[in-house]
């Protein structure tokens, strides 16, 4: 299980920091994701962190202004916003992901509303 938290409405520039919390299943094994999706579009990812050394990667629109980290001993994974814009709007979804033992999670997602 995956649960979002963090989520709100903030005015262009402004910051959120997203969480996600797991359970049920060994947390620190599972490359972490970031999506999102806004309405009528396709779901995007946004960031991913390895489950092992941590590198990660971005969606080249956030690049410099999102940043993924996780806390094994919490098992958790952040997502820290920063200077936000309208088209950052959607829906968020965390998503836990292994490929061998095949392991795909996905929380219920946190809303994101940016005004200019």
């Known amino acids: 299980q995956l649960v979002e938290s963090g989520g709100g409405s903030v005015q262009a520039g402004g910051s959120l920091r997203l969480s996600c919390v797991g359970s049920g299943f060994t947390f620190s094994d599972f490359n972490m994701r970031w999506y999102r999706q806004a309405p009528g579009k396709e779901r995007d990812m946004v960031a991913h962190i390895s489950s092992a050394d941590y590198p990660t990667r971005y969606l080249d629109s956030v690049k410099g202004r999102f940043t993924i980290s996780r806390d094994n001993a919490k098992n958790t994974v952040y997502l820290q916003m920063n200077s936000l814009i309208p088209d950052d709007t959607a829906v968020y979804y965390c998503?836990?992901?292994?490929?061998?033992?095949?392991?795909?999670?996905w929380g219920q997602g946190t809303q994101v509303t940016v005004s200019s």
């Open positions: 998503n836990a992901w292994r490929a061998w033992p095949n392991g795909d999670y």
